[in-house]
């Protein structure tokens, strides 16, 4: 559960003064590139320390068991795969031909047999840019990669904050059920004192059935969280109890945060800069393709009929008047423009949308600080005189009532605003491909 320091800490100026600096300067080149990487590290799953889980050890137990991970790595070795095949040459072809040949043996004696060796040549570059094309395909498929493994690093972030908030909210539901088994006890010892009234005792006993039908749907949530946690490393069972020691705890401080965040980290601009790069490159060969390649021919030649030998050589190439690959070459160079137009108006879209989200953070931060340190220290000291006023017969079990609902209630609803402002923050994260948390930003490589 997040405490007071920790909500008044998590969205802070500097963060807010580095994205809006970052919108100004930033470039399209490579500095939103450094971003979107999760390194998992399987050594920290031990979980033998505990009957509860910590972050780190569900991080550790996904590293070792989740089957995406594996998967980014046979991409990787497809696509480097594809540079070895895009840098080899052509086969060379074997030609045999028989001319003047007869349909009786005779024939062969004025046949003339020729056994050509052909290989084409690719001038001008044309390997170098198809090299180059699989390399930045190469370069594609790392990006995807980190922002997966990125994307399934905030996935187990989002499912243990829910499964936190079931916890907490079991916790909650279960001291609610307690407080309204202490009220029913009460009443019932006031009326056999002739002290409370037998319609008090069914309002009470209603109340208590009431939380514990919903202590036992915060049971059901907590199992339901429980198992889609687990299920990022195949654990059908469910049973997890994780401890507070979460991303978001006492230890992270803005001030050792220097972290630039710039609309060219999120995932859209980058997947554009990466479609341009490809553009690019094919534009380089289709460039490359438009001129000619050189095909070289030699080879052996019989003339039976003169008992002869004689070599036989040959070059031919494609007269490049027609063809040149100019509408493709101007169609690429189009598609090329318009990306890069698309590009400035994401980098504005995404300036709004982070904008938006800090904003929204704050909102939850002050809603925090408010429940705490005003409403639910008024909530609790209301409900303590409400509870003396009730025992000495001044108000009436309702006006009791209503003093708890609204004490449960602010509880609840900091618990639902944690798991909100959570949310929200994996939300932004997903977006500018940076953890903002400070134990885990240590191991995110920039």
């Known amino acids: 559960m997040l405490s007071k320091h920790l909500a008044s800490k998590l969205i ?145 972030k989002s499912r243990f904050f829910k499964l936190a908030h079931a916890q907490q909210q079991s916790i909650l539901t279960d001291e609610a059920v307690k407080l309204s088994q202490s009220i029913r006890d009460n009443i019932a010892a006031k009326i056999n004192k002739g002290a409370a009234l037998q319609s008090e005792l069914l309002l009470a006993e209603l109340e208590f059935q009431k939380t514990r039908l919903d202590f036992n749907t915060a049971l059901r949530e907590r199992k339901n969280m429980s198992l889609k946690l687990s299920a990022l490393w195949g654990d059908k069972n469910g049973n997890i109890v994780i401890r507070h020691e979460s991303p978001c705890d006492d230890t992270f401080n803005s001030k050792t945060q220097d972290i630039d965040i710039i609309a060219d980290s999120s995932a859209g601009i980058i997947e554009m800069i990466y479609r341009k790069r490809l553009l690019e490159s094919e534009t380089r060969l289709s460039v490359a393709e438009a001129r000619p390649s050189v095909t070289l021919k030699g080879g052996y030649k019989r003339l039976e009929s003169e008992k002869t030998n004689s070599f036989v050589l040959g070059i031919s190439f494609p007269l490049p008047f027609i063809n040149r690959n100019q509408g493709r070459r101007a169609g690429l160079k189009a598609e090329i423009i318009s990306l890069q137009y698309e590009i400035e108006q994401s980098r504005l879209e995404a300036s709004a949308v982070i904008s938006s989200f800090i904003g929204r953070l704050e909102q939850h931060n002050d809603k925090i600080n408010a429940i705490d340190t005003l409403l639910l220290p008024t909530a609790g000291r209301a409900y303590k005189d409400l509870e003396q006023a009730y025992n000495a017969g001044r108000i009436p079990y309702t006006s009791l009532l209503e003093g708890k609902r609204t004490l449960m209630n602010l509880r609840f609803e900091k618990n639902d605003l944690i798991l909100s402002m959570r949310n929200e923050q994996i939300e932004l994260e997903r977006i500018i491909g940076i953890t903002l948390d400070k134990n885990q930003n240590e191991r995110f490589k920039r």
């Not at 930033?26 to 390194?39: M, P, T």
Request: net charge negative; hydrophobic share 40%; glycine share 8%.
């Open 12 to 156: 802070y100026p500097r963060l807010i003064i580095a994205i809006m600096i970052g919108f100004g300067q930033a470039s399209l080149a490579d500095s939103g590139l450094q971003q979107w990487q999760y390194e998992f590290d399987s050594t920290s799953s031990d979980t033998s320390k505990g009957d509860s889980l910590s972050f780190n050890q569900i991080l550790g137990l996904v590293a070792e068991q989740n089957p995406i991970l594996m998967s980014l790595d046979w991409k990787l070795k497809s696509a480097e795969k594809k540079i070895q095949q895009a840098g080899l040459l052509t086969n060379p072809e074997l030609e045999l031909e028989f001319e003047e040949v007869g349909w009786n043996a005779p024939g062969f004696k004025e046949s003339e047999i020729t056994f050509l060796l052909s290989q084409d040549l690719e001038f001008f570059g044309q390997r170098g840019a198809r090299k180059r094309l699989a390399e930045v395909n190469l370069d594609v498929i790392k990006w995807e990669n980190r922002k997966a493994a990125f994307g399934l690093y905030l996935d187990a």
